[in-house]
């Protein structure tokens, strides 16, 4: 959940403040490696002094209260966002430091394709399956065209399409009683 400038401004000191100010976007694009790594440490170190105290002051007040939680309205509210805040700032500089470390991407040169041989061209033409599709289109679409869907018999393509047709028509009977129903309570209504 990031975090408002001006909310920020009003929970964290003003060594904090700087702290949040380096996570933003124009702030965090110009530290060195090694700027991030503190960053990272202290935002770290100060993520856990208030985890830590949040769970002191829950603790205490579960005395006080009497209560299992230990929560009193909004009495240990700052010291918590204060802590989510810095897990927030501890994410972003995690991420910026772990591009800025990554070992630069190897460029990969495709090799020549090859000429396509005959033992494939003989198994007939191949579906083109988008990358997205299920899994038993996917699986569907190695098989050849000539074949209904992938279906292994007659049989079972007939099985698919009459299950299909049964599909289509669940949702509109279901509408079709929904509305009975509630016209039915209507009626009880107004009696």
Known sequence: MPTERTTARKLLSSAEFELFEASRRDGICVLSAAELKRKVERTRRLRDKYRDL???????????TGTKRGNSGAANAR?????????????????RYDRVTAPPKRVVKKAPRKAANKASAARGPRRIVSPKAPASTAAAAGAPIGNAAGFMSPRASLAE???????????PINAHIRAQGRRNQAKRDRR
């Open 54 to 64: 949040y769970k002191r002051q829950r603790l205490a007040m579960r005395e006080l």
């Open 79 to 95: 010291t918590k966002e204060k802590a989510a805040i810095f897990q927030d700032l501890l994410t972003r500089f995690q991420i």
């Open 161 to 171: 399409t009459r299950l299909r047709a049964h599909k289509s028509r669940g949702v």
